[in-house]
């Protein structure tokens, strides 16, 4: 019999419009350090969905995968940078913020929203060149740091990436007040 054979193709389901959304609202709803963030979200589609198709936590988790790669969300995009983040989150000693990272910022009033000065949202690979960069070189290197580490990534200049950094620090911060961190997803 054919029974068995139907989980083989269970991440080629099919996502609707209104599955897409509700995966997209479901993740905002559901950050990262959520308990068992993808089958709660999986179960959160699926009770809300008219599709009456049935995910399971790997269905979504693909899906947010795809729509990451294909682009087309901002949202699972920043939801991409807050893991990828969480290397900061553990290289960052608690409650310091040292001098170099906070004195340039004081040319520049942020804007409530964080915007990137160049205008395109920061992609996986900028994001790993930033993180590896700001290993590479550490904050001891005072001022001369951030242009060592903005040469590292094509595109985007100093004030980007001092940018781009207290952004994801912001992040962090708001994130360390729900500390239930999830470790699965990690690669």
């Not at 609202?25 to 068992?36: C, E």
């Not at 729509?67 to 893991?83: I, M, V």
């Not at 960069?133 to 004030?159: H, Q, V």
Request: proline share 4%; net charge positive; glycine share 4%.
């Amino acid at each position: 019999s054919m029974n068995g054979q139907t989980n083989n193709v269970s991440s080629k389901k099919h996502w609707s419009y209104d599955d897409i959304q509700l995966l997209i609202k479901a993740i905002k709803l559901f950050p990262a350090g959520t308990q068992d963030r993808w089958a709660v979200i999986a179960k959160w589609v699926n009770d809300k969905s008219t599709s009456g198709v049935t995910r399971n936590h790997r269905d979504v988790i693909g899906k947010a995968k795809d729509l990451q790669n294909s682009d087309q969300s901002q949202t699972l995009r920043e939801e991409a940078n807050k893991n990828a983040f969480k290397t900061l989150e553990k290289n960052q000693p608690k409650g310091t913020q040292p001098s170099d990272e906070s004195d340039p910022s004081q040319r520049f009033d942020a804007p409530r929203t964080f915007v990137d000065l160049n205008a395109n949202p920061w992609n996986n690979e900028e994001q790993q060149l930033l993180e590896q960069a700001m290993k590479t070189y550490p904050s001891s290197l005072g001022t001369e740091r951030w242009d060592l580490i903005s040469k590292c990534i094509p595109n985007r200049s100093r004030t980007d990436c001092i940018e781009r950094y207290k952004y994801l620090v912001k992040l962090v911060k708001s994130k360390n007040e729900a500390k239930t961190v999830v470790h699965k997803n990690k690669k």
